[in-house]
């Protein structure tokens, strides 16, 4: 397992961004979603994130992405909303009779941390620790 580090810290914090079309309006296909993908890769290290994996459906996305302990996300998903709202519709007009009031991405989006084991094998390592006799 590679982990991040920076001056004072070690970690790995991996995170499942999904985010919708505004009324789950049909508009994503290949062009689109790799032309999202691709202005995800630009913003992403100007907030020390990183792109894990990418897919879509024809109305969301799914992002897997690596952050940093001080990397303010939700300033990031609301930069990058912003952007690739304002560019996809640029660079794809038709887009634009499939949307409400031209909005791309609907406001709200859910965000799941990630991590190699579950949350009840992390509290029953914590509850284990100082368990020990450590020779008393």
Known sequence: MDFDTNQHSVF????????????????INDPISLRLKEMFEYI????????????HDIDHV???????????????????????????????PHIRKSLWKEMFWSQSYCL??????????????IQSQGAKDHGK
């Open 112 to 125: 799941i941390t990630t991590g190699g084991v579950t949350v009840d094998v992390i509290k029953q390592y």
């Open 12 to 27: 790995l914090l991996h995170y499942h961004l999904i985010m919708g079309v505004k009324y789950r309006n049909k508009v």
């Open 44 to 55: 992403a290290p100007k907030y020390h994130i990183s792109l894990e994996g990418w897919n």
């Open 62 to 92: 799914h992002v897997l992405f690596r952050g940093h302990p001080n990397t303010e996300i939700s300033k990031f998903i609301n930069a990058y909303k912003s952007a690739s709202s304002r560019i996809i519709k640029k660079e794809f």
